[in-house]
T-cell receptor, first 115, second 109 residues
């Protein structure tokens, strides 16, 4: 593994089903993030984690949960999917929550369709 | 509220120069990023500005004026592979990244 991987690449899901999007990084970055990207709206932060064992809510957290049991993994769970959660989901990581320049590195994305 | 404005779409000619503007109103400022995103792919880092002035990196340059809440990305000697969306993002006082919706750049031969 080099960088950030996400799985699955794409998924079609029935409304009401539970779904976990996986994200793994091998850069030993402390901070990780989940975004959704919708046409015309840009990237919106769902949840973040500044370090293993801690998580926080972003701009659009409702309907999503995360966990950060270790440094490398940051799964995103949709407890009961709804059509409005149809989107492209990007996982990202950065060396630390702060710092200079502290750019974020992105995974390839998961395209999720909820019917 | 926090807001970042960028043009939705721009068109330019191969070999030419294009300037993509970004204006922001955020709660605090701790730096500004430009990312490039090709269709169907993840965003990739282009540049970072935290002080006023111009940062040059090859064919790409990024400018920042903190007093005006303004940045631009300048792309020179445009190539067809530069066709992509360009995302402006600002780090606010809580060290959260606030993202603009992106500017889709279309390069014509």
């Amino acid at each position: 593994i080099a960088g950030i991987t996400q799985a699955p690449t794409s998924q079609i899901l029935a409304a009401g089903r539970r779904m976990t999007l996986r994200c793994t990084q091998d850069m030993r970055h402390n901070a990780m993030y989940w975004y959704r990207q919708d046409l015309g709206l840009g990237l919106r932060l769902i949840h973040y984690s500044n370090t293993a064992g801690t998580t926080g809510k972003g701009e659009v957290p409702d309907g999503y949960s995360v966990s950060r049991a270790n440094t490398d993994d940051f799964p995103l769970t949709l407890a009961s999917a709804v059509p409005s959660q149809t989107s492209v989901y990007f996982c990202a990581s950065s060396e630390s929550p702060q710092g200079n320049p502290n750019e974020q590195f992105f995974g390839p994305g998961t395209r999720l369709t909820v019917l | 509220g926090q807001n970042i404005d960028q043009p939705t779409e721009m068109t330019a000619t191969e070999g030419a120069i294009v300037q993509i503007n970004c204006t922001y109103q955020t709660s605090g400022f701790n730096g500004l990023f430009w990312y490039q995103q090709h269709a169907g792919e993840a965003p990739t880092f282009l540049s970072y500005n935290v002080l006023d002035g111009l940062e040059e990196k090859g064919r790409f340059s990024s400018f920042l004026s903190r007093s005006k809440g303004y940045s631009y990305l300048l792309l020179k000697e445009l190539q067809m592979k530069d066709s992509a969306s360009y995302l402006c993002a600002v780090i606010d006082s809580n060290y959260q990244l606030i993202w603009g919706a992106g500017t889709k750049l279309i390069i014509k031969p």
